[in-house]
């Protein structure tokens, strides 16, 4: 059973929160302030971190230095700001992902359990499952098909290895350069193919950059695929 600390002050998004995630029998506690956040992680052992960026008394990116000062417990960030560059700087400070409000309870639920199997699967790596499964998604890695929604997808070898790839960490930002060394066996190369096929995926996948469902590409950083957002209650 994952525990969580949930650090946020705004009274109606913490009480959904644990309603949530304590009925998907998750542990939780719950804090209001940085500085109690750091007390909490300093007494107790969390699987995972929800950080509200927006505290009253530290600014989210000061919170997060002084967490991860003590812990390396993983941190998903919730924001309200869609701030690419804040967002990156984040990333690059030690947060494992974020989350930008308002976000559903089942967004939550999968990042955090993406992070998990992350910080999980660490030492001990568990054989991948015979079909990976994101939202409406179902690859199939050893048949080499992929549905989605019920309808067969039809994909090229290096579509299908795209998809597979980023399906067996959904939720993950995954470098460039990595879908490189480990789609197209490259250590370099261009940006642009990566992006041509991405483009092409996401045609058959019937989203586009501007309007993404699954494929998500983050400036700068990389690119995730994860199940569509539900109803925001958050
Ligand atoms: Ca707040």
């Known amino acids: 059973m994952p525990s969580v600390l949930v650090v946020e002050d705004d009274q109606f998004v913490r009480s959904a929160l644990i309603r949530h995630l304590t009925e998907a029998s998750h542990t939780v506690r719950s804090v209001g302030t940085a500085l109690e956040a750091l007390r909490e992680v300093a007494h107790f052992r969390f699987d995972v971190v929800v950080l509200d960026l927006g505290l009253p008394d530290l600014d989210g990116a000061e919170a997060l230095k002084m967490l991860r000062s003590i812990t390396d417990v993983p941190v998903i960030i919730a924001t309200a700001r869609d701030d690419e560059a804040e967002i990156v700087r984040l990333l690059n400070d030690g947060a494992d992902d974020y989350l930008t409000k308002p976000f559903s309870v089942e967004h939550l639920s999968a990042r955090m359990a993406a992070v998990l199997r992350r910080t999980r699967g660490a030492g001990a790596q568990a054989p991948p499952p015979r079909v990976l499964q994101v939202g409406g998604l179902f690859i199939d890695p050893l048949r080499r098909q992929a549905e989605l929604d019920g309808t067969a997808l039809d994909?090229?070898?290096?579509?299908?290895?795209?998809?597979?790839?980023?399906?067996?960490?959904?939720?993950?930002?995954?470098?460039?350069?990595?879908?490189?060394?480990?789609?197209?066996?490259?250590?370099?190369?261009?940006?642009?193919?990566?992006?041509?096929?991405?483009?092409?995926l996401r045609r058959k996948l019937g989203e586009t950059a501007a309007r993404p469902r699954y494929l998500h590409t983050l400036r700068g950083v990389g690119v995730k695929l994860e199940p569509p957002a539900a109803g925001p209650v958050a």
Do not use: C, M, N
Not at 161 to 189: H, M, N
Not at 190 to 198: C, K
């Open 155 to 200: 994909l090229t070898r290096r579509e299908f290895d795209l998809l597979a790839f980023l399906a067996g960490r959904p939720g993950v930002v995954v470098p460039r350069r990595e879908l490189l060394a480990e789609v197209w066996k490259q250590s370099y190369g261009d940006d642009q193919t990566i992006d041509v096929h991405l483009s092409w």
